[in-house]
């Protein structure tokens, strides 16, 4: 075996030997911030407050598709109940809507007058004859 051959080998062991390490360290999370944290290098995180502590939950994990949520907080309505909601709504609607016509009325100015252009004046005759410039 040659000098040229071995090192070629070298090469290519070493090449292999750090793909597979950055492959490996891309599936651990975050190896740089984990350095620069442990090493003391990274910004000092200050303790949550309390209140914090005390209103949110410990483990934020995502929640998985089809995980049954807890029944609605408040039951729902009644046929009778929605219609009366609707009947409340559309009265409130046309008090609303009486208002604004009242206002409108009260507000509103009357259209200004059309204006009308004079007809031009008839101007005198003009040569026809264009100057040329030499």
Do not use: W
């Not at 999370?29 to 003391?40: D, H, K, L, Q, Y």
């Not at 995180?45 to 939950?57: G, N, Q, S, V």
């Not at 609303?96 to 252009?117: F, I, K, M, V």
Request: one cysteine or more.
């Amino acid at each position: 075996m040659n000098l040229a051959s071995a090192t070629t080998h070298r090469a290519i062991f070493a090449g292999c030997a750090f793909l597979a390490a950055a492959l490996s360290a891309g599936c651990s999370g975050n190896p740089t911030g984990e350095f620069v944290e442990s090493s003391g290098l990274g910004p000092k995180m200050a303790p949550r407050p309390d209140f914090i502590a005390a209103t949110r939950p410990q483990n934020l994990d995502y929640i998985p598709i089809g995980t049954p949520q807890e029944g609605r907080p408040t039951p729902a309505k009644s046929l009778e109940q929605v219609k009366a909601a609707e009947a409340e709504l559309d009265a409130v609607r046309a008090q609303n809507q009486s208002r604004g016509e009242a206002a409108a009325q009260l507000g509103g100015t009357p259209a200004p007058e059309t204006l009308t252009t004079p007809a031009p004046a008839a101007s005198p005759a003009t040569s026809t004859k264009k100057k040329k410039t030499p």
